[in-house]
Nanobody
Framework: QVQLVESGGGLVQAGASLRLSCAAS????????MAWFRQAPGKEREFVAA????????NYADSLKGRFTISRDNGKNTVYLQMNSLKPEDTAVYYC????????????????WGRGTQVTVSS
């Protein structure tokens, strides 16, 4: 089992950058594929990016490629989401999630979730 805690959210202006972190408990973090999702008010949870256990392969939502980068440090039990050139439409609660067997884009396959961190981008 793994517990996830997100941090790094905040209020920024359009064009700014933020780096989100997701710290995982437990000694088996490196066995898990990790992902970031986001959910804006009144909208469904949306896939952002995923990274496999080793960090050697990543997957992004098409609309976010080039602006967002997912990475991980297994020695620190942490996964990151670097977000550049932020836009007001990026405003959402950002969640990290873990799955031991798949790194797909469907939220339904992820077994463990953090409580989220709020990102607000003003115009």
């Amino acid at each position: 089992q793994v517990q996830l805690v997100e941090s790094g959210g905040g209020l920024v202006q359009a064009g700014a950058s933020l780096r989100l972190s997701c710290a995982a408990s437990g000694r088996t973090f490196s066995r898990y594929h990790m992902a970031w999702f986001r959910q804006a008010p009144g909208k469904e949870r949306e896939f952002v990016a995923a990274i496999i256990w080793s960090g050697s392969s990543t997957n992004y939502a098409d609309s976010l490629k080039g602006r967002f980068t997912i990475s991980r440090d297994n020695g620190k039990n942490t996964v990151y989401l670097q977000m550049n050139s932020l836009k007001p439409e990026d405003t959402a609660v950002y969640y990290c999630a873990a799955n031991q067997y798949d790194s797909g884009s469907s939220w339904a396959i992820y077994d463990y979730w953090g409580r989220g961190t709020q990102v607000t981008v003003s115009s």
